[in-house]
């Protein structure tokens, strides 16, 4: 009997886990690297003789018919017709990356759970991002919500937070959840569009759903584009329980905000990149880890006590479609993140990784929100389908922790648990469950009264009042994306009734914001619709989140030709390099290129392999030569002109500013004319000065050196006053 218990006491397991919860560590086990020492084997083990030639019937002058026999071959194409397994019906387009959370500020006032009060505690975690309706092989840039979903291996097991780039959501209660996807989903008789909402299905879904307007108008808004999954503000959507040592429950919301800052592309350049680069953001996260540029959120709360439950009169704060307003509620940064490992294969880590909301700790429990009740009902219901039951015990997404309990057998079980009994109670007393003083879940003892009935309380049914908030919240240029987006989804819905409609319901929210959308798609006159009080919130105007002033990890394209300045090169680069931004050589062909004193550089491209939408910016060093070429190349103008349209930062010095002037002809864009630096709507000149050749340029928006206006603009994101101004619009890109 003492066999028994040893065997499968908890103490072993735990020796066999590293100190400080280390899952790299714990993956390590089951890594291999190939390299020229090893040989080719099958799955059992066995040497393989060839790769290249199926056993077969041959002869030195006919080839004769295979023979089924060749174990080798056959487990080969078996395993290859397999290598596919289900994608995931929603966020099926993804990429992640390896991290650790670090706890700044112990929140031990409204939580016991030691991953938000341990403040020497590193916690390493696994972050996914994805977009939510295209399929796996979609494209990166298209507008939809993002999904930024979160596993904490902690020492009390794991964490998962399955949150969005977008702090609300569609609908209210899980049973819609059918509905909206399937509305958002290609049309069902032809399957188009993909990966998409500018089509009659959705737009007549959101119609036919009024919970649904506070979030369509997120999904207008350039939150729907990000520049980069490093520069997105993340939200842990529904409305999760805090419980502290006193027993006493609070309501909490997760954010999680970027050091980079909030930012966006421009919807033509989301476009095109769709077609020119559609792993454009897969790659940018990858990228700049490689490269050591880790990206860093900042991880925050907004609580409420579970006294204060009914503190507001307009909405229910379980109400997955409305925002708590910060004004009223402050997010209290308590923590940081930081991605700063690459997958070492995407399959076994970014496609088998599973999250599930139920996934939660001592010290963090469920609230009543019904999305988040559906929610918890429905993830670890579709990680069965798609990994099999045994899903826990995939290497990433096992714990760091012991993991000791009577579940058993199903399909691809790994677990070897020795021992006689398979049940609690048993004659061994081995395994009992946990006592609260050992760190066992204990559910909140809430008291619930009610009436078992399909309904909602009366705070879940007043729709439209956020929605205005969030729009009376924007800017002029965010306002003005949000009409352009608007736009171009109903102009893609062919059935008048859809449009219609939809003009209609823009005037609740905006009378003006309806009127412009309608003389755009063929609406029509929109009704007055609902009052809009004026009512703003902090918080929401992504433009409030700049981020800190810097080049990091931005793209900067340098254009040149054979018979380019070196001088002026070398110092640009240079300075991007001090500044950890990534400088890419463009040239006319990729062979090297040579400089007016006869130093040869290696491009990294030419001209036709990038397009200026993969950059953040450009510089044009001067050179007689380099630019007498590049001025009959209409690729080389076409890279300006399109950066211009998109609003990014262009840099030319010597004889280049004659480039820039070429290729933007708008009398309202000032170039230099001599040793002076001339900063104009973004793009800046300089004649005849010398090269900076410090060794940092400060970015300041008071500076007054070539480089350092450059920088500067680069770390402003995009000039949005060319954009107000109408000067983007006035060049064909």
């Known amino acids: 009997a003492n066999t028994d218990t040893d065997n499968m006491n908890p103490i072993q397991q735990i020796k066999d886990h590293l100190v400080g919860n280390d899952k790299d560590a714990d993956l390590k086990k089951d890594t291999q690297e190939l390299n020229k020492d090893t040989r080719l084997t099958t799955d059992y083990g066995v040497k393989y003789p060839t790769y290249d030639d199926w056993l077969r019937v041959a002869s030195d002058d006919k080839n004769g018919p295979m023979l089924l026999e060749d174990p080798y071959a056959r487990e080969r194409i078996h395993r290859f017709d397999h290598e596919r397994i289900p994608e995931r019906v929603v966020h099926a387009r993804g990429s992640g990356a390896h991290g650790v959370f670090r706890l700044l500020e112990s929140a031990e006032d409204v939580t016991f759970a030691p991953v938000l009060t341990d403040t020497s505690r590193e916690t390493p975690m696994f972050v996914r991002f994805s977009t939510v309706l295209g399929s796996r092989g979609s494209a990166d840039t298209v507008r939809d919500v993002r999904g930024f979903a979160m596993k904490f291996y902690t020492k009390e097991g794991n964490w998962d937070i399955v949150g969005n780039n977008i702090p609300v959501f569609f609908i209210q209660d899980a049973i819609k959840f059918p509905d909206i996807i399937h509305a958002g989903k290609p049309e069902p008789d032809n399957e188009v569009p993909q990966a998409q909402t500018a089509h009659n299905n959705f737009w007549d879904f959101i119609y036919s759903h009024t919970e649904a307007t506070h979030m369509f108008m997120w999904a207008l808004s350039d939150r729907a584009i990000p520049r980069s999954l490093r520069m997105m503000q993340g939200f842990g959507v529904n409305t999760y329980t805090l419980v502290n040592a006193k027993g006493e429950r609070s309501f909490v919301k997760f954010h999680w905000t970027p050091e980079l ?20 953001h897969r790659k940018d996260l990858w990228e700049a880890i490689d490269m050591g540029v880790y990206p860093k959120w900042k991880f925050g709360i907004q609580v409420i006590p579970e006294s204060q439950e009914h503190m507001f009169e307009d909405f229910d704060i379980l109400d997955a479609t409305k925002v708590w307003p910060e004004d009223k509620v402050p997010i209290r940064y308590i923590g940081e993140f930081e991605l700063n490992r690459n997958p070492d294969e995407f399959f076994t880590e970014t496609e088998q990784i599973a999250f599930c909301t139920s996934h939660i700790v001592p010290g963090i429990g469920f609230s009543d929100d019904p999305l988040l009740q559906g929610r918890n009902f429905s993830y670890q219901d579709t990680q069965i389908t798609r990994l099999g039951v045994n899903w826990e015990q995939l290497p990433i997404n096992r714990p760091v922790c012991p993991v000791m309990n009577f579940n058993r057998d199903g399909k691809l079980r790994h677990t070897i648990t020795k021992g006689k009994v398979n049940y609690w109670p048993n004659r061994f007393e081995v395994n009992p469950p946990a006592k609260p003083e050992e760190g066992a879940y204990l559910d909140y003892a809430e008291k619930v009264a009610g009436i078992k009935q399909r309904a909602k309380s009366r705070k879940f049914k007043e729709h439209f009042k956020q929605a205005q908030m969030f729009w009376n919240s924007m800017t002029e240029i965010e306002r003005q994306h949000i009409i352009a987006a608007a736009g171009f989804e109903l102009d893609h819905c062919d059935d008048p009734t859809v449009y219609t409609r939809m003009t209609q319901r823009l005037a609740d929210i905006d009378r003006g914001f309806a009127e412009a959308v309608g003389e755009m798609v063929g609406g029509g006159e929109p009704p007055q619709g609902k009052p809009n009080d004026g009512q703003k919130a902090k918080g929401l105007s992504q433009l409030e989140y700049p981020g800190s002033a810097t080049i990091a990890s931005r793209k900067f394209a340098i254009i040149i030709a054979d018979g380019f300045d070196y001088a002026s090169f070398k110092s640009a680069f240079d300075a991007i390099k001090s500044g950890r931004g990534f400088p890419l050589v463009i040239g006319t062909k990729r062979s090297k290129i040579k400089a007016a004193d006869g130093t040869e550089v290696q491009p990294d491209h030419h001209l036709e392999g990038l397009r200026s939408t993969m950059v ?63 900063e104009s709507y973004g793009v800046v000149t300089m004649r005849d000065g010398k090269p900076d050749t410090r060794a940092e340029i400060l970015i300041d928006p008071k500076a007054t050196g070539f480089l350092e206006q450059f920088f500067h603009g680069v770390a402003q994101h995009r000039n949005w006053k060319r954009e107000l101004d109408g000067l983007n619009t006035q060049e064909a890109y």
């Open 616 to 678: 953040d910016a450009i510089y044009v060093p001067g050179g007689a030569e380099s630019i007498k070429t590049l001025s009959k190349m209409g690729r080389a103008k076409q890279w300006i002109v399109e950066a211009f349209g998109h609003l990014k930062t262009i840099a030319a010095s010597g004889e280049a500013v004659d480039l820039v002037r070429k290729a933007i002809t708008l009398d309202e864009i000032k170039v230099s004319q001599g040793s002076d630096v001339v």
């Open 261 to 280: 800052g909030v930012h966006s592309l421009v919807w033509d350049e989301a476009l095109k990149l769709g077609g020119q680069d559609p792993d454009f």
